[in-house]
Antibody
Framework: QVQLVQSGAEVEKPGASVKVSCKASGYTFTDYYLHWVRQAPGQGLEWMGWINPKSGDTKYGQKFQDWVTMTRDMSISTGYMELKRLTSDDTAVYYC?????????????WGTGTTVTVSS | DIQMTQSPSSLSVSVGDRVFVTCRASQSISRYLNWYQQKPGKAPKLLISVASVLQGGVPSRFSGSGSGTDFTLTISSLQPEDLATYYCQQSYSIPRTFGQGTKVEIK
C-alpha cells in the first residue's frame, strides 16, 4: 500500500546536524511533491519546505532558508531533510508528506514521523 | 505569507453534538483549503480537500464548506473516536500555512 516510512528517533547535541529520511512505497515517487512539516511538543504544524522529486527543485520556508536542505535519491524513492546548527527549539516530530501538486493540492499521505530531540 | 486563523482553539462537547470549527484566511484562497485530523501521538490525516471534498473512508458526519476567506468544518454528530486536533491548511500558495489547530475534547 501507499506509505512513507521515516527513519528512527534521533538525539543530538546543540550545534549538531540531523538528517531524516523518508522512504516512499506503493506509488511512483516522482509523481508527487514531498513536503516536510514539523511539530514541536504540544504545538501545531509548521511547514518547512518541499522538494520536487522529479527535478530536485526545492522551496524552503523563509524561517528555514539558511539551515535546512532537502534532497532525494530517486533510485531508492527516498527523500531527505537535513537541519543544521540545531538548538533546543528544533526539538520536534518531523513529518514528510506527499502532495498531489497542481491546481488542486493536498497532503494525502503522511510519514510515520521522526522525533528529534536536541539536548546537551 | 497567508495567515490562517482557526476558532475556537479548543472545545469540549458531548457525544452526539454538532461541532463547528471555523478557519479564516488573511486573503482570498478561493477553495484551496484542506482539513486534517490529528489524533494524539499520530500523524495528521487528510479529511477534506478543496474546502468540501470528503476523502475516501472518512465518515459522512464530517463536512466542509466555504470559499474565499471563510471556511467551516462541521461534525454533524460527534463520536468518541473524533477526539483529536483539527487543522486547516491553505494550498493556494507557497509557503503552505496551517491554522493553529482546534482541539476537540469529549465531555
Amino acid at each position: 500500500q501507499v506509505q512513507l516510512v521515516q527513519s528512527g528517533a534521533e538525539v543530538e547535541k546543540p550545534g549538531a546536524s540531523v538528517k531524516v529520511s523518508c522512504k516512499a512505497s506503493g506509488y511512483t515517487f516522482t509523481d508527487y511533491y514531498l513536503h516536510w512539516v514539523r511539530q514541536a511538543p504540544g504545538q501545531g504544524l509548521e511547514w518547512m519546505g518541499w522538494i520536487n522529486p522529479k527535478s530536485g527543485d526545492t522551496k524552503y520556508g523563509q524561517k528555514f532558508q539558511d539551515w535546512v536542505t532537502m534532497t532525494r535519491d530517486m533510485s531508492i524513492s527516498t527523500g531527505y531533510m537535513e537541519l543544521k546548527r540545531l538548538t533546543s527549539d528544533d526539538t520536534a516530530v518531523y513529518y514528510c508528506a506527499r502532495e498531489t501538486g497542481g491546481a488542486v493540492a493536498y497532503m494525502d499521505v503522511w510519514g510515520t514521523g521522526t522525533t528529534v530531540t536536541v539536548s546537551s | 505569507d497567508i495567515q490562517m486563523t482557526q476558532s475556537p482553539s479548543s472545545l469540549s462537547v458531548s457525544v452526539g453534538d454538532r461541532v463547528f470549527v471555523t478557519c479564516r484566511a488573511s486573503q482570498s484562497i478561493s477553495r484551496y483549503l484542506n482539513w486534517y485530523q490529528q489524533k494524539p501521538g499520530k500523524a495528521p490525516k487528510l479529511l477534506i480537500s478543496v474546502a468540501s471534498v470528503l476523502q475516501g473512508g472518512v465518515p459522512s458526519r464530517f463536512s466542509g464548506s466555504g470559499s474565499g476567506t471563510d471556511f467551516t468544518l462541521t461534525i454533524s454528530s460527534l463520536q468518541p473516536e473524533d477526539l483529536a486536533t483539527y487543522y486547516c491548511q491553505q494550498s493556494y500558495s507557497i509557503p503552505r500555512t496551517f491554522g493553529q489547530g482546534t482541539k476537540v475534547e469529549i465531555k
